[in-house]
T-cell receptor, first 113, second 113 residues
Framework: KQEVTQIPAALSVPEGENLVLNCSFT??????LQWFRQDPGKGLTSLLL?????REQTSGRLNASLDKSSGRSTLYIAASQPGDSATYLC????????????FGSGTKLNVKP | DTEVTQTPKHLVMGMTNKKSLKCEQH?????MYWYKQKAKKPPELMFV???????INESVPSRFSPECPNSSLLNLHLHALQPEDSALYLC????????????FGPGTRLLVL
């Protein structure tokens, strides 16, 4: 069974810092990987989707990379802002069952002004 | 319109009540999903509908009954729930199952007394 782990569980940084969030998965047979942010008590907002054939995706200050063979993805946030404070979740979709979407438990980010 | 809407935002119900959660999207997506999320945990997949047909039921108790009346609407009927069913219920949609970004609604916060 696919296990998705996110480290660290929580992170607090001063505004302006660049930071990296990590996601690892045990089964490299994935179809794609998606990064989300979730504000407290709210739904999930999709940030970036990386197909298994891709190495990275960029959107604004966000850059996500994928190393499928080693079972790792990173989300890089440049010049962090207080508005980036949220929980960041990664989720992988199984290659053999598109219905299966496995979530990590998230990294709670606090960006201090 | 790139939005998934969910109603109600909050719901309090007794264990003998019958209630329904509603989810709607007008993006032309043909895959819709129900997730359950407990506090400080990642979302757990409950049901997947593809082209208005139930394609996944993740061993969810029968007190939860999904319904997809048309391609834009997804309901979750609740009956005889238990206090441990209290959670945030999230709806999501994607153009097709598996291949594209999932878009999430804001969720319904359910409290079972």
């Amino acid at each position: 069974k696919q296990e998705v782990t996110q480290i660290p569980a929580a992170l607090s940084v001063p505004e302006g810092e660049n930071l990296v969030l990590n996601c690892s998965f045990t089964d490299s047979a994935i179809y794609n990987l998606q990064w989300f942010r979730q504000d407290p008590g709210k739904g999930l907002t999709s940030l970036l989707l990386i197909q298994s054939s891709q190495r990275e995706q960029t959107s604004g200050r966000l850059n996500a990379s994928l190393d499928k063979s080693s079972g790792r993805s990173t989300l890089y946030i440049a010049a962090s802002q207080p508005g980036d404070s949220a929980t960041y979740l990664c989720a992988v979709r199984a290659e053999d069952n598109f219905n299966k979407f496995y979530f990590g438990s998230g990294t709670k980010l606090n960006v201090k002004p | 319109d790139t939005e998934v809407t969910q109603t109600p935002k909050h719901l309090v119900m007794g264990m003998t009540n019958k209630k329904s959660l509603k989810c709607e999207q007008h993006m032309g997506h043909r895959a819709m999903y129900w997730y359950k999320q407990k506090a400080k945990k990642p979302p757990e997949l409950m049901f997947v509908y593809s082209y208005e047909k139930l394609s996944i039921n993740e061993s969810v108790p029968s007190r939860f009954s999904p319904e997809c009346p048309n391609s834009s609407l997804l309901n979750l009927h609740l009956h005889a729930l238990q206090p441990e069913d209290s959670a945030l219920y999230l709806c999501a949609s994607s153009f097709r199952v598996g291949l594209e970004t999932q878009y999430f609604g804001p969720g319904t916060r359910l409290l079972v007394l």
